[in-house]
């Protein structure tokens, strides 16, 4: 158990709907990075939050948007959802030590399928 | 820009045999290096990682990898696998200052009885 927990497990969703995924990190970890993980693509970095604030933009598309909370908690926001956004979606968080070395401690992910 | 090839897709060995997973990377600056390891319907988890000093670096599991700078490699190594090391691995490169990192595309390791 990484501490850190992601809610729901799974998402069924259709076409053209909008979908909340949320992130717990681990107590004391001030950071939350979204990736997205498919077959095709692999694991590709979203959006990383830093105590509150956006801090790194990956490949997230416009459709796509997240926070972090003042309780260091995000949600990953999915809207006009297309077939092929289903994929795994992981949340992950780390301490954020200086120079970039930080381990960073993932979360068992929301698995969202769009029908 | 860090790049990271994981040569093979899928590694089937049979138990108690040796492995190793190949990893290259791509930087022009110096970077930290990392492998992580997915067992099924599992969120990744850090097998080991090299910060500096050491190039051989061991990790959980026994499991074990070595930075080679003039190659650009940090391969992944176990010397006797078990069933339960039946997972997805990926290496991972990050460039100093950088708290992002690049993942491979993984290789499955697949271990046989």
């Known amino acids: 158990d990484s501490g850190v927990t992601q809610t729901p497990k799974h998402l069924i969703t259709a076409t053209g709907q909008r979908v909340t995924l949320r992130c717990s990190p681990r107590s004391g970890d001030l950071s939350v990075y979204w990736y997205q993980q498919s077959l095709d693509q692999g694991l590709q970095f979203l959006i990383q939050y830093y105590n509150g604030e956006e801090r790194a933009k990956g490949n997230i598309l416009e459709r796509f948007s997240a926070q972090q909370f003042p309780d260091l908690h995000s949600e990953l926001n999915l809207s006009s959802l297309e077939l092929g956004d289903s994929a795994l979606y992981f949340c992950a968080s780390s301490v954020v030590r200086a120079g970039g070395s930080d381990t960073q401690y993932f979360g068992p992910g929301t698995r969202l399928t769009v029908l | 820009a860090q790049s990271v090839t994981q040569l093979d897709s899928q590694v089937p060995v049979f138990e108690e045999a040796p492995v190793e997973l190949r990893c290259n990377y791509s930087?022009?600056?110096?970077?930290?290096l990392f492998w992580y390891v997915q067992y099924p319907n599992q969120g990744l988890q850090l097998l080991l990682k090299?910060?500096?000093?050491?190039?051989l670096v061991k990790g959980i599991n026994g499991f074990e990898a070595e930075f080679n700078k003039s190659q650009t490699s940090f391969h992944l190594r176990k010397p006797s696998v078990h069933i339960s090391d039946t997972a997805e691995y990926f290496c991972a490169v990050s460039e100093g200052g950088s708290y992002i990192p690049t993942f491979g595309r993984g290789t499955s390791l697949i271990v046989h009885p």
């Open positions: 930087s022009s600056v110096s970077v930290y």
């Open positions: 090299y910060l500096s000093g050491s190039t």
